[in-house]
T-cell receptor, first 109, second 119 residues
Framework: KNEVEQSPQNLTAQEGEFITINCSYS?????LHWLQQHPGGGIVSLFM???GKKKHGRLIATINIQEKHSSLHITASHPRDSAVYIC???????????FGTGTRLQVFP | GAGVSQSPSNKVTEKGKDVELRCDPI?????LYWYRQRLGQGLEFLIY????????KSGLPSDRFSAERTGESVSTLTIQRTQQEDSAVYLC?????????????????FGPGTRLTVL
């Protein structure tokens, strides 16, 4: 069993829909990252959070430390949001990240 | 400003040959990470450099893999006697010093990756 699990693995949506991607982890962490990987491979850091909730534009990330769970929400989804979304956790206070296998999102017009 | 750059962007090699992959981090970033992403799989940590500290090599899959970093600048990842299972995208990331941010840790900025194909 992976230490970081994401669901769903694949997700399709119509433009304008509200999207939720989930991440569960089984280890103690000091921070959780949400990353976006576009076709062609480029990776962009979306959020780094250790508690509560963060919002950036149409993206919202939440984390529940007690439940070892985080969600990434996309409001009013758009075709340009199509990408792989990756959850990664920083274990303890070290510097290594453990990655989930990603959620492939396709948003159709 | 300039982001993390990696070269080459693509590398095709024959089994048994050695390859060198290069990463230029963002200027001023003290931390540098190498990751590997095999086709259809998640990213795997390989090695981490932080300033002048000894690197964390715990993710290197075998002694055929090594990496060096000159001060706080360029890093090279070397794979000796390449095998077909080494085929992957090799990603480099850097992050700024925590002293300047006041945090214990910082987000990582990723390069575009080097796609390695071992025939």
């Amino acid at each position: 069993k992976n230490e970081v699990e994401q669901s769903p693995q694949n997700l399709t949506a119509q433009e304008g829909e509200f999207i939720t991607i989930n991440c569960s982890y089984s280890v103690g962490i000091s921070a959780l990252h949400w990353l976006q990987q576009h076709p062609g491979g480029g990776i962009v850091s979306l959020f780094m959070l250790s508690s509560g909730k963060k919002k950036h534009g149409r993206l919202i990330a939440t984390i529940n430390i007690q439940e070892k769970h985080s969600s990434l929400h996309i409001t009013a989804s758009h075709p340009r949001d199509s990408a792989v979304y990756i959850c990664a956790v920083r274990v303890g206070y070290g510097d290594k990240l453990i990655f989930g296998t990603g959620t492939r999102l396709q948003v159709f017009p | 400003g300039a982001g993390v750059s990696q070269s080459p962007s693509n590398k095709v090699t024959e089994k048994g040959k050695d390859v060198e992959l290069r990463c230029d981090p963002i200027s001023g970033h003290t931390a540098l990470y190498w990751y590997r992403q095999r086709l259809g799989q998640g990213l795997e940590f390989l090695i981490y450099f932080q300033g002048n500290s000894a690197p964390d090599k715990s993710g290197l899959p075998s002694d055929r893999f090594s990496a060096e970093r000159t001060g706080e600048s360029v890093s090279t990842l070397t794979i000796q006697r390449t095998q077909q299972e080494d085929s992957a995208v090799y990603l480099c990331a850097s992050s700024p010093p925590t002293l300047t941010s006041g945090r214990l840790y910082n987000e990582q900025f990723f390069g575009p990756g080097t796609r390695l194909t071992v025939l």
